[in-house]
């Protein structure tokens, strides 16, 4: 079967090919009862705009490209509820793509959109893309003027709109709170240190450390690369041949992992072991005890990063914005 144009659906209608393009795209230029037509007729017929054409003639196509490094964090299904939120609010659709951390899927997935099918990105860096410094792709896209939005993980010699977690400070307010608590051994099982984020979080505990005259240990710090749960268990393991009485873990699964581990050898929780971990996921509401959790708000990055690239789209903007979101403690009963 003929694919139907916007040519074909004006000839139906009697009408100009401007006439139907605005319909579809919700123009308050046309009156509803004529969008409404003009919609169901193209609907029916399954009319699909051609994304090269739109580009050449400087459409824009009302589709935000999503890029994620993985689907199993909490984190990430957060930030993307509140993309999808406030791009659906603002008459805008999205494509979500999985990177898997890959340097090459993500370049191939930026290719791939950026011929016409998506005006703008909102990404997290893969961690490979991270870990070679290779930004080139990023590059090319905002030398064609395709707008670029990164959340979380970030590329700092990259200009473009950022959306990030204060995570050095995250970690700070950690250390404090633990301190306060009467916590004098804080052990930490941080991100990837390859990773800015991981960085960051890292050098936020030793400055938490410092200001808290608490001594470091480098027995009681770890990092972990893996994201599954079952091999968290092994990770973690080894912190438990030292002496401590707190944990700041990288995300929920490394610390349920060491609460099992506290909880076969004895240790009790939080009365002898103080667990707090990154996110604030299903996890942390239903483990055995409940997690205390250092919130970073995915869903609320995920709104400021659409506002801010649908802002850039309609011209509402046209500076580099860095938007920093703080974190908060929430208290459970995995400290004290």
Same mark, same amino acid.
């Given at each position: 079967?003929?694919?139907?144009?916007?040519?074909?659906?004006a000839?139906?209608?009697?009408?100009?090919?401007?006439?139907?393009?605005?319909?579809?795209?919700?123009?308050?230029?046309?009156?509803?009862?004529?969008?409404?037509d003009?919609?169901?007729?193209?609907?029916?017929?399954?009319?699909?705009?051609?994304?090269?054409?739109?580009?050449l003639?400087?459409?824009?196509?009302?589709?935000?490209?999503?890029?994620?490094?993985?689907?199993?964090?909490?984190?990430?299904?957060?930030?993307?509820?509140?993309?999808?939120?406030?791009a659906?609010?603002?008459g805008y659709?999205?494509?979500?793509?999985?990177?898997?951390?890959?340097?090459n899927?993500?370049? =191939?997935?930026?290719?791939?959109?950026?011929?016409?099918?998506?005006?703008g990105?909102?990404?997290?860096?893969?961690?490979?893309? =991270?870990?070679?410094?290779?930004?080139?792709?990023?590059k090319?896209?905002?030398?064609?003027?395709i707008?670029?939005?990164?959340?979380?993980?970030?590329?700092?010699?990259?200009?473009?709109?950022?959306?990030i977690?204060?995570?050095?400070?995250?970690?700070?307010?950690?250390?404090?709170?633990?301190?306060?608590?009467?916590?004098?051994?804080?052990?930490?099982?941080?991100?990837?240190?390859d990773?800015?984020?991981?960085?960051?979080?890292?050098?936020?505990?030793?400055?938490?450390?410092?200001?808290?005259?608490?001594?470091?240990?480098?027995?009681?710090?770890?990092?972990?690369h893996?994201?599954?749960?079952?091999?968290?268990?092994?990770v973690?393991?080894?912190?438990? =041949?030292?002496t401590?009485?707190?944990?700041?873990?990288?995300?929920?699964?490394v610390?349920?992992?060491?609460?099992?581990?506290?909880?076969?050898?004895?240790?009790?929780?939080?009365?002898?072991?103080?667990?707090?971990a990154?996110?604030?996921?299903?996890?942390?509401?239903?483990?055995?005890?409940?997690?205390?959790?250092?919130?970073?708000?995915?869903?609320?990055?995920?709104?400021?990063?659409?506002?801010?690239?649908?802002?850039?789209?309609?011209?509402?903007?046209?500076?580099?914005?860095?938007?920093?979101?703080?974190?908060?403690?929430?208290?459970?009963?995995?400290?004290?």
């Amino acid at each position: 079967m003929k694919k139907i144009t916007l040519k074909d659906i004006a000839n139906h209608f009697s009408v100009s090919i401007s006439t139907v393009s605005k319909a579809l795209n919700d123009s308050p230029e046309i009156s509803k009862s004529t969008s409404e037509d003009i919609k169901s007729y193209a609907k029916e017929k399954n009319y699909t705009p051609n994304f090269n054409a739109l580009s050449l003639k400087n459409q824009r196509t009302k589709t935000i490209g999503i890029i994620i490094p993985n689907m199993l964090n909490y984190y990430f299904a957060q930030v993307l509820k509140g993309i999808e939120k406030t791009a659906t609010k603002k008459g805008y659709k999205i494509i979500t793509c999985i990177s898997n951390d890959s340097l090459n899927k993500e370049i =191939e997935t930026i290719e791939m959109l950026s011929t016409g099918v998506v005006d703008g990105f909102i990404l997290s860096v893969a961690e490979e893309t =991270e870990t070679e410094a290779s930004f080139d792709h990023f590059k090319s896209c905002i030398a064609k003027e395709i707008p670029l939005v990164m959340f979380d993980r970030v590329v700092e010699d990259i200009d473009c709109d950022k959306v990030i977690t204060n995570d050095f400070m995250a970690s700070v307010n950690a250390v404090n709170y633990l301190k306060n608590k009467g916590c004098k051994k804080i052990a930490f099982a941080g991100a990837n240190m390859d990773l800015s984020i991981g960085k960051l979080r890292h050098e936020g505990y030793l400055a938490g450390l410092k200001n808290n005259n608490l001594e470091k240990d480098d027995d009681i710090i770890i990092t972990t690369h893996e994201i599954y749960y079952k091999k968290h268990e092994a990770v973690v393991k080894p912190l438990f =041949e030292h002496t401590f009485d707190a944990l700041i873990a990288s995300d929920e699964s490394v610390a349920i992992a060491a609460m099992k581990i506290a909880h076969e050898k004895g240790i009790k929780i939080p009365t002898e072991l103080s667990v707090l971990a990154f996110s604030n996921g299903i996890l942390a509401r239903h483990s055995n005890p409940r997690l205390s959790t250092i919130s970073q708000h995915g869903e609320i990055i995920g709104e400021r990063a659409a506002t801010l690239l649908i802002n850039k789209l309609e011209k509402k903007i046209t500076n580099t914005t860095i938007e920093t979101i703080e974190t908060d403690i929430v208290f459970r009963d995995s400290s004290k």
